[in-house]
């Protein structure tokens, strides 16, 4: 329970904070480098916990667990993520060096005029902040 | 149609096919990697690990703070 609230609770702070800051200031500039480095020192603390890196190898006799039967096959759909993730970089590329900018919106712009208030600022920092202990927690 | 509406209509679309291809994940009872399992697939090695963690870094500083 200790270890769930803790982070929870530097999160939940962060992400009032965050909300009360400007883009472009050295306020915003902290808070998201705070965020950077909690990110940074759970990753480390993560790893050393969880030595093993990558994915189980095969038991012996050649049953496959439990969990490798669950989980989807390698490369199974993902080529289908990365081709559309790759869409969409290629378009957000386009997008960002065409000209005038507001007839090209980038996702900036979605995120941008999102973050216009401070509770949807807010509300945005801990979306990105779940999406950072996701990524720790793989 | 302006370029502007043209754009977000373009963008609107690429984000119905990533919720389409998570719906279609979740309705094929994993047969079928959704976004979490492409993040798992990717994390799985450590050079995937670094660029997820760059890429939130990146998103994190690019929208909040620069």
Redesign the interface.
């Known amino acids: 329970m200790r270890r769930l609230s803790l982070p929870a609770g530097i999160g939940i702070a962060l992400a009032v904070v965050?909300g009360f800051?400007t883009?472009?200031t050295t306020g915003?500039?902290v808070?998201?480098?705070m965020?950077?480095a909690a990110?940074v020192a759970a990753?480390l603390v993560v790893t050393r916990r969880r030595p093993i890196?990558?994915?189980a190898p095969e038991p012996a006799g050649g049953e496959r667990t439990e969990l490798a039967k669950?989980?989807?096959s390698?490369?199974?759909?993902?080529l289908?993520?990365?081709v559309?993730a790759g869409?969409?970089i290629a378009?957000e590329l386009s997008?960002y060096f065409l000209s005038p900018r507001?007839?090209?919106?980038t996702?900036?712009y979605?995120?941008?005029t999102a973050?216009g208030h401070q509770w949807s600022?807010g509300i945005?920092?801990a979306a990105?902040l779940t999406?950072?202990g996701?990524?720790v927690g793989? | 149609m302006t370029d502007h509406a043209l754009t977000i209509v373009a963008w609107i679309a690429i984000a119905a096919v990533f919720a389409g291809l998570e719906i279609l994940a979740l309705s094929s009872r994993r047969r079928f990697a959704g976004i979490g399992g492409a993040l798992r697939w990717i994390g799985g090695a450590p050079a995937g690990r670094l660029v997820l963690a760059l890429a939130w870094m990146w998103l994190g500083w690019h929208v909040f703070a620069r």
């Not at chain 1, 390698?74 to 993902?78: A, M, N, T, W, Y």
């Not at chain 1, 507001?102 to 919106?105: C, G, I, K, M, S």
């Open positions: 965050g800051t883009a472009f915003s500039e808070v998201t480098a965020a950077i990110f990753s890196a990558g994915r669950r989980a989807p390698p490369g199974r759909g993902v289908i993520w990365v559309a869409v969409a378009f997008n507001y007839a090209h919106p996702v900036s979605f995120l941008s973050a600022r945005l920092f990105w999406l950072g996701y990524l793989r």
